[in-house]
C-alpha cells in the first residue's frame, strides 16, 4: 500500500521534502487546505517562519483540525526547524499561533541568525544502521525542556535536537537537505505502523 504523505506547503524546503517522500515509496501530497489534509495518511512540517506559518494554518482551519486528528486518530506529525516550533506546548519568545501538541519548550533560534547556520554529523537513536546522520541547522531552536512522554532521540552540544512523542516527531535540523532519506524512511514506516499497514 502507497502512503498518501503530506508536506505542508504555506513556506519552507516543500519540494526538497516531498523528492524524499518519493524516495522512500510515499506518495506526497501538498497540503494547503482542509480538504488536502483530508487525504493524507501523515504530515510534515518544512521550516520557515513559525509565526507566519501558523498564522496562515489558523487562517485555514488547519491547526485545530490537525490537532483533531492527532487527538482522535493519532494522526503522524513531523514537524523540522519550524515545525518543532509549531507543535511545541511552550515556546520561549512569541509565537502566538500554534499546534501546541508536544510536551516541549521550544527556544526559538537558539543557534543564532542565518549566517551562523552549520551542518555537522550527529548519531540518532532510531538510525541504529549506517553512518551519523548530516545534520543541518538553519536558524535552528533548541528543545530546552521535555516531558516524562517524550523520547529524545538525537542531541548536539547537549542540547536535544530531535524527539518523538506518540504519533509526534521532531527535529531542529533540515534532514531534506542532506542526501540522506533515512528519516523520511523512518516516519513512513511510523505512519505504516499507526495505520497497521
Known amino acids: 500500500m502507497t502512503l498518501n504523505i503530506g508536506v505542508l506547503a504555506i513556506q519552507g524546503d516543500v519540494r526538497e521534502h516531498k523528492n524524499h517522500l518519493a524516495k522512500v515509496g510515499a506518495n506526497p501530497v501538498e497540503v494547503r487546505t482542509l480538504s488536502d489534509l483530508e487525504k493524507v495518511q501523515g504530515l510534515i512540517i518544512p521550516g520557515g517562519e513559525s509565526t507566519t506559518i501558523g498564522m496562515l494554518m489558523a487562517e485555514e482551519g488547519l491547526i485545530d483540525a490537525i490537532r483533531k486528528r492527532v487527538t482522535e486518530e493519532q494522526f503522524p506529525v513531523y514537524g523540522t526547524c519550524a515545525g ?3 507543535l511545541a506546548k511552550e515556546v520561549i519568545g512569541p509565537s502566538p ?6 510536551d516541549i519548550t521550544a527556544d526559538r533560534n ?3 541568525r542565518q549566517l551562523a547556520s552549520f551542518e555537522t554529523k550527529i548519531p540518532i537513536k532510531i538510525l541504529a544502521e549506517g553512518p ?5 541547522f538553519i536558524r535552528a531552536p533548541q528543545i530546552r525542556q521535555y516531558g516524562p512522554q517524550v523520547i529524545p532521540l538525537a542531541t548536539y552540544d547537549g542540547q536535544v535536537v530531535m524527539a518523538e512523542e506518540g504519533p509526534l516527531l521532531v527535529s531542529a535540523f533540515h534532514p531534506e537537505m542532506s542526501g540522506d532519506v533515512r528519516i523520511h524512511e523512518y516516519f513512513v514506516n511510523k505512519v505504516r505502523k499507526t495505520l497497521n499497514v
Do not use: D, T
Open 132 to 136: 551519523e546522520f548530516p545534520a543541518v
Open 110 to 112: 537558539a543557534y543564532g
Open 97 to 102: 499561533a500554534r499546534l501546541g501538541l508536544m
Open 84 to 86: 518543532l516550533i509549531l
